[in-house]
């Protein structure tokens, strides 16, 4: 367990070093909801191709080094209906509120936001409820 | 430039997801899980990334992006409905299926068909949030602008 601990550690400096590169570098919030949807608005063509660069980076690195590093598969629910329910919520939610866990998380309570810190206990309270009621009460993942 | 560095920090973020367990659906769940086998790792993940973005959040107070004018603003908004029901929103479905924006799309080459279910899932929800957000705001009748 303890190893696990420091893979999250040296992983999360990367995740850390990756958000302060894309602020100094292009003065961006590394907010991966806002990114990901940005693919899809055509709004200004340069930002639109900063946005599909990085999402192609984030897709591709992992493929390139999950084998070399070993890395584990994602226990992901087979239960179509559960995860394309669990999908659409945090489609729907990361967009209502602006950012996920690298936007409000990373991103904003690094910068002492309050409305980051806010919304990362409004999800982490609401994760926790929902891992309650679908994994003890009713037994879907 | 700009699309180099877009590149470089998206290719560290996906490194930094496989590296720190992220992308195990089981850490995540196992995290939110208080009741159940508690598991401390994405608590390692928030600190590790905070190191290096305080120093450059400190940074942003007296240089200027490399390749931009200034740094973006930060959002004025407060602490409204929208953050608290979307935070609430992504909460549930975060529990539910252990994935969250990012390693959804950073485990998509290597998380089998309910991975792509989720990311498509997940991209449909964000497309039809403008037309919720309208709908949910024309029956409570209270209009409201759209960011």
Redesign the interface.
């Known amino acids: 367990m303890p190893m696990d601990w420091i893979y999250g550690l040296v992983g999360g400096v990367l995740i850390g070093c990756a958000g302060a590169f894309l602020l100094l570098g292009n003065g961006r919030v590394m907010g991966a909801s806002g990114l990901v949807f940005g693919m899809f608005k055509t709004t200004d063509r340069r930002i639109w191709i900063e946005n599909l660069a990085f999402v192609s980076a984030l897709f591709i690195a992992p493929m390139l080094f999950v084998r070399p590093l070993n890395i584990g598969p994602t226990h992901a629910s087979e239960n179509v209906i559960v995860v394309a329910i669990a999908g659409l919520a945090v489609g729907f939610g990361t967009r209502l509120a602006n950012g996920c866990t690298s936007g409000h998380g990373v991103c904003g309570i690094s910068r002492f936001s309050l409305r980051g810190i806010a919304a990362t206990m409004a999800y982490i309270l609401a994760g926790a409820v929902s891992v309650v009621v679908f994994k003890h009460f009713l037994g879907a993942i | 430039m700009?699309?180099l560095?877009?590149?470089?920090?998206?290719?560290?973020?996906?490194?930094?997801?496989?590296?720190?367990?992220?992308?195990?659906?089981?850490?995540v769940?196992g995290w939110?899980?208080?009741?159940?086998e508690w598991?401390?790792?994405?608590?390692?993940?928030?600190?590790?990334?905070?190191?290096?973005?305080?120093?450059?959040?400190k940074?942003?107070q007296v240089?200027?992006?490399?390749?931009?004018?200034?740094?973006?603003a930060?959002?004025t908004?407060?602490?409204d409905r929208?953050?608290?029901?979307?935070?609430?929103?992504?909460?549930?479905?975060?529990?539910?299926?252990?994935?969250?924006?990012?390693p959804?799309?950073?485990?998509?080459?290597?998380?089998?068909?309910?991975?792509v279910?989720?990311?498509?899932?997940?991209?449909?929800?964000?497309?039809?949030?403008?037309r919720?957000?309208t709908f949910f705001s024309k029956t409570e009748n209270t209009p409201k602008t759209l960011?």
């Open positions: 700009r699309i560095i877009s590149l470089v920090s998206g290719a560290l973020f996906g490194l930094g997801l496989i590296i720190s367990g992220m992308t195990d659906t089981k850490k769940q939110l899980d208080i009741f159940g598991d401390p790792t994405l608590a390692f993940v928030m600190g590790g990334a905070m190191l290096p973005m305080v120093i450059a959040w940074a942003t240089r200027t992006p490399l390749t931009a004018d200034k740094f973006p930060a959002n908004a407060g602490i929208d953050l608290i029901i979307g935070s609430v929103f992504f909460g549930i479905g975060w529990g539910l299926a252990g994935l969250c924006p990012g959804a799309i950073a485990s998509l080459s290597f998380g089998g068909s309910s991975g279910v989720f990311a498509s899932a997940m991209i449909i929800g964000m497309l039809s949030t403008r919720l957000q960011p």
